[in-house]
């Protein structure tokens, strides 16, 4: 007979892990797949987001540091790039490092919500 205090934080190491500090994207090939539509703008004082792409998961630490996935099932976000500014959900501009990513528009945190991150 097994453990069940062993099974119990087994399950609850999965569960954490699951709600933890990851925000991973996957970008859509149609509008349809889309769960989010972002804009890239041209000025960034027209940004709602300043965010940043890493590639290492342990960098992600808040809403806006981003990483990008090969597989839907593994991201939290299935977002695409529109053309035209009045499609989009939110208006991003891309920074270097995550410690410039920053909500300029708090009005659009409804349209990312990741557990775990702010």
């Given at each position: 007979?097994?453990?069940?205090?062993?099974?119990?934080?087994?399950?609850?190491?999965?569960?954490?892990?699951?709600?933890?500090?990851?925000?991973?994207?996957?970008?859509?090939?149609?509008?349809?797949?889309?769960?989010?539509?972002?804009?890239?703008?041209?000025?960034?004082?027209?940004?709602?987001?300043?965010?940043?792409?890493?590639?290492e998961?342990?960098?992600?630490?808040?809403?806006?540091?981003?990483?990008?996935?090969?597989?839907?099932?593994?991201?939290?976000?299935?977002?695409?790039?529109?053309?035209?500014?009045?499609?989009?959900?939110?208006?991003?501009?891309?920074v270097?490092?995550?410690?410039?990513?920053?909500?300029?528009?708090?009005?659009?945190?409804?349209?990312?919500?990741?557990?775990?991150?702010?």
């Amino acid at each position: 007979m097994r453990n069940p205090s062993k099974i119990i934080a087994l399950i609850l190491f999965v569960a954490i892990a699951k709600l933890g500090y990851t925000q991973k994207f996957y970008e859509a090939e149609t509008i349809e797949q889309a769960k989010l539509k972002v804009y890239h703008v041209e000025d960034p004082k027209d940004a709602d987001l300043f965010f940043c792409i890493v590639y290492e998961e342990k960098e992600i630490k808040k809403i806006g540091i981003m990483m990008e996935v090969a597989n839907p099932n593994e991201a939290q976000i299935i977002l695409i790039f529109v053309d035209d500014p009045k499609l989009a959900d939110i208006k991003v501009w891309l920074v270097e490092t995550p410690a410039e990513v920053a909500w300029k528009n708090p009005d659009k945190k409804k349209f990312i919500v990741v557990n775990g991150l702010k």
